[in-house]
């Protein structure tokens, strides 16, 4: 599976003894998007949902149900995916363990966060809450 989605790698400190190496705790926990607009279409409106968890082990696991943007190989409907991940302050890359390793930017204020990347050729903003 190929997501899209812009990879400094973050070293722990001690106030954090809970995060493996290049583990972010800002983006510890499961987080769902409320917004994502590519294209000039805002594709969680249009009834996709997309979920990701970043785990503290510098695991992650994302799913995808009624997938509007083509994000799931060869036109699938709900796909799901997990691999390992590292996290700076402002960019996180998934490895799910393929060639297919994602690097993407994003900022988090207070529980959202707030992604901007590219999509085959197509700049796309997506919203994520924390819950």
Do not use: H
């Not at 409320?34 to 994302?62: E, H, K, P, R, W």
Request: with cysteine.
């Amino acid at each position: 599976m190929t997501l899209a989605l812009g990879g400094a790698v973050a070293g722990c400190s001690s106030d954090d003894p809970g995060t493996g190496p290049g583990v972010n705790p800002a983006v510890l926990g499961t987080w769902t998007a409320t917004s994502f607009v590519a294209g000039g279409n805002d594709l969680i409106t249009m009834g996709m949902t997309l979920n990701f968890t970043f785990n503290s082990d510098g695991t992650y696991a994302f799913a995808i149900v009624n997938d509007q943007g083509g994000l799931c190989d060869m036109g699938v409907a709900d796909c799901a995916d997990f691999g390992d991940y590292t996290a700076s302050a402002t960019q996180i890359v998934l490895d799910p363990g393929t060639v297919d390793v994602v690097t993407f930017n994003y900022s988090i204020s207070g529980t959202v966060m707030t992604v901007n990347t590219v999509i085959d050729g197509t700049s796309a903003t997506v919203t994520f809450d924390k819950l």
